[in-house]
């Protein structure tokens, strides 16, 4: 059975309409419905059946009208008595209003949220289910009314939807407007609707119109919002679609306050070209606790979000590793300069969005990312006096005795109001006055305007700033400036010095000019100048050399007492280092080689392995087979199923440990009854300090699992661990004191050990390890303190869901399952261990995880059958 009533009453079945005469039977069916599944007070249905009016004995009226609505329905058990009144006992989703009240919610949270294509959908389904006006032919007008209204703010929300997407329907608005000439919303969207099909005459004169009947029918002026609008039409601007701006970080409090107020919206984009501010403003308003994801120097975005988490990669694709390191988080990305990767960047938001329901993105790129639910932020020019405000400051920056003249103002204005531009020409008043400035400007402005019609005339403008101060720079200036091109993300002043040829003295002009920012010890240009910079030359075979050098300096330190230190200066230098791998890959193969061999302890350290597949599978293709470590790496990193091959051909010395790691994770422990190669005997007879830690706690490891010897397995491990400590290298001897932590019988030593290594890898920093031992931590504590077991299973199950480790994620899972059956809970034990399962892939350190949830789940069962 079904219940209409958005339109004349009436009751369906699957055999068709059934008749419910009279208007009293009708609007009490009405009344039932509106609470269907709801007991509906007697005295309440009296008042709305009788009035004012109710017979002397309403009770028994009331019953008569049920009596007749019961015979008409054909199924007496549909209105049930109550001893507090009757209900109509049918499912709310069978009452046409209920259905529409659902869509209209739903479609007005999809608008809140700036998805207009879903709140089209959605309104427009709420309002297809109305048939003519509310409670047709029943005496219920205060309900009717109600309906009535709801029914014309879903239709408000579909024209808004609809305006967004440029495809509302003119006429459809102005008969709304005839009909309620009273309402400016729909003034305004009319107002919208018009400018958008390029009607802007008639959308001024609408806004007119709007003005004469509000004065005459009520004596007000239009709303704050309709003279909103009207103001947005006479500058040419749609709404929610202005043209990008050519603006700077200054005087933004109208765009800071629009940013704050955009709490829902989970998608932002501030758009605008090269130069613009974007990323000065995104990080003025990002929350305080926002990851900033550099995009201008990469073109993975996925890796880049991956390495600004923090994250190592894994066995996982890198987007399904955010997802799961993401999808339970409150966090925002700000993800700066997308435009060179805004494919990537729009299919990684979308699915990061779509799959994690707590994620805010805010993003600046030259043009939008054009995917559902974006917010787009264009920042409105600097007006005249805040323009001349910032020429002012920076000017008198370069020279304190400057005063504003007649010139200040036409510079301003000549410029657009663009705070790059202004900043650039106010750096010239060292050596120009603002006359000749503002007749510079000028000449370069026409030249200019002469060349690319293509361009957008506001890029011609920067262009034009950028070239003329170009052609202000000296010889040494001009070569200096194309070595900072040359850099991604920056460069330490070393670096430019070695790169560039120059001394500190020309850097610093060019810092004077504003062609260079100086900040943090690093020197850096806007992506808009290094761009042009980058066209007159570059340093590139320079910039290889200097970062190949550094990589081999850098590599044994980062197993040393300064590893933290290094780590951190490594870490500043990622774009840099990839650029120049990227480089000798396509122009110095065999330079390529050993500069990916200097680097994979940093790549695995820091987990950029799969950031660097892409090079490595193209290096592999330029570079003869051969038998070495560098080739070895390689393969491990290119093609990782060809790489046992050519390890075990390997004679040694060991001179990078990754090799040893890329061993032990493709093929797990060494099996004891296969043949020694030439390798394991050369690292075993190794002398280097790191080497013969890593050997002894394996060892160490390895013999007491077989033989079973602790003693000698805690005495060898001990040994590791002092080497690992005199080498003041945390990630050897956390693996240490874990084991240790295995090998003692007494399980409040094991806990302090396994303390230590906590401390030991977070000071590195290191998610992947903190949530492994966390774990681990909580197997040892099981049978000595459960709840603290329990904290600890789950904090390891954050940490790996943060850091994207399904296998990590299976064994808490595991660790929460068996206390789940200590608990008498078998249900929730075996929905833990079957979720720990789903998680689990292919891989040596999956299947060993995938054999301790199976062990979990026959004892599980054996404990049920028992």
């Known amino acids: 059975m079904h219940v209409d009533v958005l339109g004349p009453v009436e009751a369906r079945t699957a055999a068709g309409k059934v008749a419910v005469g009279g208007p009293r039977p009708r609007t009490l069916l009405a009344l039932l419905a509106l609470r269907a599944g709801e007991v509906v007070p007697v005295d309440r249905l009296i008042d709305e059946l009788y009035g004012e009016a109710p017979p002397s004995d309403a009770a028994n009226a009331l019953q008569g009208q049920v009596s007749r609505l019961r015979r008409a329905l054909g199924a007496a058990e549909l209105v049930e008595l109550h001893p507090a009144g009757y209900r109509l006992a049918l499912d709310p989703d069978t009452v046409d209003a209920h259905r529409f009240a659902a869509l209209a919610a739903a479609g007005q949270q999809a608008l809140d949220r700036g998805d207009p294509q879903a709140a089209e959908a959605l309104l427009a389904d709420a309002l297809a289910l109305w048939r003519g006006p509310a409670l047709g032919g029943t005496t219920a007008t205060g309900h009717a009314d109600r309906l009535e209204r709801q029914r014309r703010s879903a239709a408000h929300g579909l024209i808004a939807a609809r305006v967004r997407l440029h495809r509302a329907d003119v006429q459809e608005i102005q008969d709304l407007v005839r009909q309620h000439p009273l309402d400016e919303r729909l003034r305004g969207f009319l107002m919208q609707a018009l400018h958008q099909q390029g009607r802007s005459a008639e959308a001024l004169q609408a806004f007119e119109d709007a003005r004469a009947v509000l004065a005459e029918e009520l004596g007000t002026d239009p709303s704050a919002e309709l003279r909103a609008i009207h103001v947005q039409l006479l500058r040419g601007q749609a709404p929610r679609e202005l043209p990008a701006q050519l603006t700077g970080f200054v005087g933004r409090q109208a765009e800071l306050e629009r940013l704050a107020g955009l709490t829902e919206d989970r998608l932002v984009t501030l758009t605008g070209p090269g130069g613009a501010g974007k990323t000065r403003l995104a990080l ?3 929350a305080d606790d926002a990851v900033f994801v550099d995009l201008a120097p990469v073109h993975d975005v996925a890796a880049a979000t991956l390495q600004a988490l923090g994250l190592k990669e894994t066995v996982l694709p890198p ?15 700000v993800l700066d300069n997308c435009e060179h990767v805004v494919e990537q960047a729009a299919r990684l938001v979308q699915h990061l969005l779509s799959t994690c329901p707590r994620l805010r993105v805010l993003a600046t790129s030259r043009e939008a990312l054009g995917i559902t639910g974006e917010t787009l932020c264009p920042v409105p020019p600097l007006d005249p006096e805040q323009s001349v405000a910032l020429f002012v400051q920076r000017a008198r920056a370069v020279r304190p005795s400057f005063t504003r003249d007649e010139h200040t103002d036409r510079i301003c204005r000549e410029l657009d109001g663009l705070p790059l531009a202004i900043e650039l020409a106010a750096a010239r008043v060292r050596t120009l006055s603002t006359e000749d400035i503002a007749r510079r400007l000028g000449d370069r402005f026409r030249l200019l305007s002469k060349g690319n019609r293509a361009a957008a005339p506001r890029h011609q403008t920067l262009s034009a700033v950028v070239g003329w ?50 900040a943090d010890g690093r020197y850096r240009m806007l992506e808009t100048i290094r761009e042009f910079c980058a066209r007159h030359g570059r340093a590139d075979a320079g910039h290889a050399a200097f970062y190949s050098a550094l990589a081999r300096r850098a590599d044994p330190e980062l197993r040393g007492p300064g590893q933290l230190r290094w780590l951190a200066a490594m870490s500043a230098e990622h774009a840099n280092l990839l650029q120049a791998l990227t480089w000798t890959t396509a122009h110095e193969p065999a330079a390529a080689l050993r500069l990916l061999a200097d680097l994979s302890w940093y790549l695995y350290v820091k987990g950029s392995r799969t950031e660097v597949e892409p090079i490595a599978r193209t290096l592999l293709g330029v570079v003869p087979e051969q038998v070495s470590e560098e080739y070895a790496i390689l393969l491990a990193l290119a093609a990782p199923e060809r790489v046992r091959g050519v390890l075990e051909q390997l004679r040694g010395p060991v001179r990078q440990p990754f090799v040893l790691i890329a061993w032990a994770m493709l093929a797990g422990p060494p099996d004891r009854d296969r043949p020694r190669t030439p390798l394991q005997e050369a690292v075993e007879n190794s002398t280097d300090p790191w080497v013969r830690g890593l050997i002894a706690f394996s060892t160490a490891y390895t013999e007491w699992a077989v033989n079973g010897d602790r003693a000698l397995a805690v005495e060898r491990s001990r040994e590791a661990l002092r080497r690992f400590q005199d080498l003041g290298e945390r990630w050897g001897a956390a693996q240490v004191l874990d084991v240790l932590a295995t090998l003692t019988d007494d399980p409040h030593e094991a806990l302090a050990l396994t303390d230590e290594a906590l401390r030991a890898v977070g000071e590195l920093g290191a998610t992947e390890e903190l949530a492994e031992l966390r774990g681990r931590r909580a197997d040892r504590l099981l049978d000595l303190d459960q709840d603290a077991a329990e904290r600890d299973y789950r904090e390891a199950l954050d940490l790996a869901t943060r850091a994207g480790l399904a296998a990590t994620r299976a064994l808490a899972h595991v660790g929460l399952a068996e206390i789940a059956r200590r608990r008498d809970d078998p249900a929730e034990a075996e929905r833990l261990l079957l979720a720990a399962d789903r998680e689990l892939g292919f891989g040596w350190m999956h299947a060993n995880a995938k054999q301790q949830v199976e062990a979990a789940l026959s004892a599980l069962a054996h404990t049920r059958g028992a």
């Open 319 to 333: 987007e399904e590793r955010l997802t799961l390191a993401l999808k339970d988080r409150a966090v925002q990305l």
């Open 469 to 518: 101060s170009w052609d202000l720079l000296t010889p040494d200036e001009r070569d200096l400036a194309t070595a900072v091109a040359t850099f991604s993300g920056g460069a330490t002043l070393d670096a430019v010095e070695q790169v560039g040829g120059h001394d500190l003295e020309v850097l610093a002009a060019l810092v004077d000019k504003s062609l260079v920012e100086a």
């Open 284 to 286: 003025r308003a990002a």
